[in-house]
């Protein structure tokens, strides 16, 4: 299992980018798949996911309305659009993944995922 995370950058508050999450060594819609974030200095949160079982989707209060997640099965990579970016999500983002059967209550845990990619960095510029 592979993931490889790209589209990091700098950006203003107010503006957006999309990360990408490219995966390889297993099939992308059989895994439970989710986006994660690390401040310096704060703990590994979660910030979206999607379940295998139905392919929902879990949000974050703090980006609820501007993250939105999704996948494309074809190329096998994970989405993370990000709308109206402010300082507070300026973080490493993570892209992780486990087998399925996640219970409902821990879709947005990290000790939860197996496999990690190696992040890549969101600053936001006030």
């Known amino acids: 299992v592979q993931l490889v995370e790209s589209g990091g950058g700098l950006v203003q508050a107010g503006g957006s980018l999309r990360l990408s999450c490219a995966a390889s060594?297993?099939?992308?819609?059989?895994?439970?798949i989710g986006w994660f974030r690390q401040a310096p200095g704060k703990e590994r949160e979660g910030v979206s996911c999607?379940?295998?079982?139905?392919?929902?989707?879990y949000y974050a209060d703090s980006v609820k309305g501007r993250f939105t997640i999704s996948r494309d099965n074809a190329k096998n990579t994970l989405y993370l659009q990000m709308n109206s970016l402010k300082p507070e999500d300026t973080a490493v983002y993570y892209c992780?993944?486990?087998?399925?059967?996640?219970?409902?209550?821990?879709?947005?845990?990290?000790?939860?995922?197996?496999?990690w990619g190696r992040g890549t960095q969101v600053t936001v510029s006030s």
């Open positions: 999607i379940s295998s079982s139905d392919g929902s989707t």
């Open positions: 060594g297993f099939t992308l819609d059989y895994y439970d």
């Open positions: 992780a993944t486990t087998p399925p059967g996640t219970p409902l209550d821990h879709y947005l845990s990290a000790e939860w995922y197996r496999y």
